[in-house]
């Protein structure tokens, strides 16, 4: 409970509805824009993994009115069927955003959702962001009070925290009561899950589409007071109690102070987040030492528990399971220098030269490196050992290098499915999006 008598949840309510637009540094609003070109590009590039014609067809087999679109597809779904596709889309290549307060990836639970009702109930570009800023905010903060335990448990938070974050962000673009966004916090955490052990399989991407459709599901019931848990997140056999996790009032405490889009780190290696640091720890030694491949006697990765969760598979088999194996990650990062999505397919995963390396190399679960840093050791056959130390969520770039690599990986992957005319004019309006007085504008370029 805070000085007023009011519990966390009530709290989380009140700051998704009174937080004024206003207030919010226009900074943030450019991280956010960014954030949405990032999540865009992955879109269409993962429009075409088998996974999203599956739910298309699941979809069409439900039937349903055509209110918001999919993605790369000339098609229209229902809002929750688009949201569930998008968001499922989105994630498929792992090549999203994450954030460490989110325990994973927030985009891809929120935009889905967001951009589904903004079309359908013609938002503006401002309320579009601003629901965004302000439901990451809120997934961010639950998050970092979940804390790794809850992780550590076997959740997987990008499900479990992406209900919420959607469930919020989504009450703010309705323009929700206070009492509404608490019961659209409570449906949306009642419907929360998302289990690790299935990362490497179609599941994990379905775990964002599908928080992002659940968290607009507990918004529009909540619309028509539809009841649920006024203190979901600290009640007792709450979401904490249940799930790992406690109110942390220092945490709490910052809501409205600071924004953590601002902390978003995209990613630059189309795999898992956890092996981006071993990937970017053995790339130094190769440079900066001028290291010949046939000289490596070995390689050693040490890595955290949580990495080796999330990306500790030895021998994968397919590109997808190539995506969580740190060994694959390191020796094809070494071997050929391309990490985009054309390092990760079945026939590159058992290519026997990739093999090779990946025999040479040992993942040590260390206890002294934590969360996503990696010591990477190269020994070579004279003997000589080069290491090198990296943490990918502490090399998060200034504003303006962010904006430059993302606009730059944007058209990477968005030029061949759209062509560049096409590309260049959906990037001009991201870059404008706050003076859209329609979402629709936009939404109609996304066929």
């Known amino acids: 409970m805070s000085e007023n008598g009011a519990g966390f949840t009530e709290r989380l309510a009140s700051f998704i509805v009174s937080t004024q637009a206003a207030k ?48 790369g597809y000339r098609m229209r779904k229902d809002v929750s069927s688009a949201a569930l596709i998008n968001g499922s889309a989105s994630h498929s290549l792992d090549y999203d955003d994450t954030l460490v307060s989110f325990l ?25 962001l601003t629901a ?15 804390s790794l335990d809850h992780y550590m448990a076997g959740w997987h938070a990008t499900s479990t925290l992406g209900h919420l974050a959607s469930a919020a962000a989504c009450s703010r673009l309705l323009g929700l009561s206070e009492k509404q966004a608490q ?13 690790k052990r299935v990362f490497g399989t179609m599941c994990k991407p379905f775990h964002a589409g599908r928080s992002s459709q659940s968290g607009l599901m507990a918004s529009l019931l909540a619309e028509k007071d539809f009841t649920s848990a006024e203190d979901i997140l600290e ?29 978003l780190s995209q990613k630059y290696h189309a795999s898992c987040h956890a092996t981006h640091s071993p990937m970017e720890a053995s ?9 010949d491949l046939d000289a490596v006697r070995r390689i050693t990765v040490h890595a955290s528990t949580l990495s080796l969760q999330a990306a500790g598979k030895t021998e994968p088999a397919t590109g997808l399971e190539g995506k969580f194996s740190i060994p694959y990650c390191v020796a094809n990062a070494l071997l050929r220098g391309e990490t985009g999505m054309q390092a990760f397919t079945d026939e590159k995963v058992n290519d026997p030269a990739v093999r090779s390396i990946m025999k040479k190399i040992t993942v040590l679960n260390d ?26 969520l502490q090399q998060i770039p200034p504003l303006d290098v962010k904006k430059a690599r993302v606009k730059s990986k944007f058209l990477d992957l968005c030029d061949p499915v759209l062509g560049k005319v ?26």
């Not at 096409?422 to 066929?447: A, G, N, V």
């Open 24 to 71: 919010i540094p226009q900074t943030v609003y450019e991280h956010a824009k960014v954030a949405f070109m990032d999540w865009l590009a992955v879109t269409f590039a993962g429009k075409d993994d088998p996974l999203v014609k599956i739910l298309i067809d699941y979809a069409d087999m439900m039937g349903g009115n055509e209110q918001a679109t999919i993605i």
């Open 104 to 128: 994973g990836h927030p985009s891809v639970t929120i935009f889905p959702s967001l951009l589904a009702l903004s079309e359908w109930r013609g938002k503006s570009g401002r309320d579009f």
């Open 132 to 146: 965004y800023i302000i439901g990451l905010q809120a997934g961010g903060t639950v998050g970092a009070c979940a």
């Open 183 to 195: 019961y659209a916090l409570g449906i949306g955490a009642t419907q929360s899950s998302g289990l």
């Open 235 to 263: 009640g007792p056999q709450g979401f904490f109690e249940a799930l790992k996790g406690k109110v942390n009032e220092d945490i709490v405490g910052l809501l409205g102070l600071g924004w953590d889009v601002v902390n």
């Open 283 to 291: 790339l130094e030694v190769i440079k900066n030492e001028k290291v």
């Open 367 to 392: 206890p002294e490196i934590k969360a996503l840093e990696s010591l990477v050791e190269i020994e070579l056959d004279d003997g000589k050992v080069f290491k090198s130390f990296s943490d990918i």
């Open 422 to 447: 096409k590309s260049r004019s959906i990037m001009e309006k991201i870059e404008t999006l706050e003076t859209l007085s329609d979402m629709r504008d936009i939404s109609e370029d996304l066929w």
